[in-house]
């Protein structure tokens, strides 16, 4: 069984920083798409950024230029540093994980609550 702990939320102003942590137990990281996605209040779960088991990012037009997923294969964790917050950053992000092989292997992390506000 796969378990996804996300860290590092908080509260930041406007223009801040935050680096997000999302450590993965078990031995099927190497074999994980892992992604971040976000849900602010009343809205729809959106993504924000995928990393491949190769290093393949991509990103959300939102978030783009702002935004770095990074994965460290040896301490099974993924991160997503986060510059230049903005308000309608704000939501609790959540880590995600998909199984290359195996169909229907998806896991996620209970999130974390990222608020930017001055």
């Known amino acids: 069984q796969v378990q996804l702990v996300e860290s590092g939320g908080g509260l930041v102003q406007p223009g801040g920083s935050l680096r997000l942590s999302c450590a993965t137990s078990?031995?099927?990281?190497?074999?994980?798409?892992m992604g971040w996605y976000r849900q602010a209040p009343e809205k729809q779960r959106e993504l924000v950024a995928t990393?491949?088991?190769?290093?393949?990012?991509n990103y959300a037009d939102s978030v783009k230029g702002r935004f770095t997923i990074s994965r460290d294969n040896a301490k099974n964790t993924v991160y997503l540093q986060m510059n230049s917050l903005k308000p309608e950053d704000t939501a609790v992000y959540y880590c995600?994980?998909?199984?290359?092989?195996?169909?229907?292997?998806?896991?996620w992390g209970q999130g974390t609550q990222v608020t930017v506000s001055s």
């Open positions: 995600n994980g998909r199984h290359i092989i195996v169909t229907g292997a998806i896991y």
């Open positions: 078990g031995r099927s990281f190497s074999s994980l798409n």
């Open positions: 990393i491949t088991i190769g290093g393949t990012t």
